[in-house]
């Protein structure tokens, strides 16, 4: 069986999302489509909208037939270390190709920038140090290191999110699986960060839970999702009370920068350079995570990066914790499946180099137990009785058959 793999979050999944499966699978003229799908918290250090159970279900009506999880301790990451877990994952899975959204849309751009960037590693490593230092961010530094090594730049633009993500997957690929091909398809009409729709039928995740947070679940949206994603977010309402944002978990992240000293800070992952004090001034005088948020907020550290660090002391993570889990996922977490998919799964098992997980027991690696414990904050966001429904399905929740 051909199979295809997406490296998605599906926040909620929404017809940008189906166009690029139809595509995937069209081009890579696939049997099977599997997804490596972040967990309760996201890339870029947020709570994802509905629990990763809900957003399986998404997947699996639209047409994936596999939906794993990126462990935590890949998902809420700088872009280099989230691509090269999830494509460490789809190589596991023997996936053959792996397919991409992109503001390019062609993929020989992203092979000649990948190329380049190679056969100038040492240099454009230098200049992204350089920056940095000066007080820009990474992903700044990032494009302005390629822009200052091809200043006349054809290819991609790396400035803009996908296609910085495009790059690292492939840039992954080629020390994981030089093997693996893949297939870019080009953004839509949405930007990645437009906050408002526009007057086609697909529109950003940006805009969806903008105007979800803001109206709720109204007919507004009814045209920029599948009826499935609509009815499951009407039944994550109906079910937990609440969608899920920042706000949810202020008082919880006050109370962790407010009871720790700044040498207990400067051990979690990602507080560096006394960025600690800066976040413990700014939650003394805060009075909701936004307001908290633009107090932090510098030239050099984004919003995405702060959102990152501020995930990692909502849990707890430590510096040392993130380092003793090396540099690749160590198991195969099955969150969701088709029947194609089981079928798939069966035929390959066997072969997987790591453990497939699709029952957790009370025994478990630290990389899990850590998935575990973002799922337990991620329930401290609700009310009662909601939390206590939430707080344990990680042991109750077997992989959801569609």
């Known amino acids: 069986m051909k199979t295809v793999g997406i490296v998605v979050e599906y926040n909620p999944f929404h017809n940008g999302h189906l166009y690029q499966l139809q595509k995937a699978k069209e081009e890579a003229r696939a049997d099977i489509a599997i997804c490596v799908m972040s967990g309760n918290f996201l890339q870029r250090g947020e709570p994802a909208l509905v629990s990763k159970w809900s957003r399986t279900k998404m997947a699996l009506a639209a047409g994936i037939d596999l939906v794993i999880e990126l462990p935590f301790a890949f998902s809420v990451q700088k872009a280099e270390i989230f691509a090269y877990g999830a494509v460490h994952l789809l190589n596991a899975l023997n996936c053959r190709y792996i397919c991409f959204g992109s503001e390019s849309g062609e993929i020989k751009d992203f092979q000649d920038s990948v190329s380049f960037i190679k056969k100038h590693q040492f240099q454009y490593e230098k200049y992204i140090k350089e920056f940095v230092k000066t007080g820009m961010s990474y992903p700044s530094a990032l494009s302005k290191a390629y822009k200052t090594l091809r200043p006349n730049n054809e290819w991609i633009d790396l400035s803009k999110p996908n296609n910085i993500l495009g790059f690292h997957y492939m840039d992954a690929a080629a020390k994981i699986n030089p093997q693996l091909q893949f297939i870019t398809v080009k953004r839509k009409n949405a930007g990645y960060h437009d906050l408002s729709f526009n007057e086609t039928n697909i529109a950003s995740a940006t805009s969806i839970r903008n105007q979800l947070y803001q109206t709720g679940i109204t007919d507004v949206i009814h045209e920029y999702i599948p009826k499935t994603s609509l009815s499951e977010l009407q039944s994550y309402f109906a079910n937990f009370g609440q969608l899920h944002s920042w706000e949810n978990y202020w008082d919880y992240l006050q109370y962790q920068l407010l009871s720790k000293s700044s040498s207990e800070l400067k051990v979690i992952y990602e507080v560096e350079e006394g960025l600690e004090n800066r976040l413990i001034r700014a939650a003394q005088s805060s009075k909701d995570f936004q307001s908290f948020m633009k107090t932090i907020k510098t030239k050099r550290y984004t919003w995405t990066r702060l959102q990152r660090t501020l995930t990692h002391i909502l849990l707890n993570v430590h510096k040392e914790t993130i ?7 160590q198991y195969v977490r099955l969150l969701g499946m088709s029947q194609s998919g089981q079928k798939y799964l069966s035929a390959i098992k066997k072969d997987l180099e790591i453990p497939l997980i699709s029952k957790v027991s009370a ?23 909601y939390r206590s429904k939430m707080l344990d399905l ?4 077997p992989p959801i058959m569609m």
């Open 363 to 385: 025994q478990q690696n630290q990389m899990l137990a850590l998935d575990i414990k973002a799922t337990h904050i991620y329930a401290h966001g609700l009310a009662e009785p």
């Open 394 to 397: 990680d042991y109750r929740q």
């Open 323 to 329: 380092r003793s889990f090396g540099n690749e996922p």
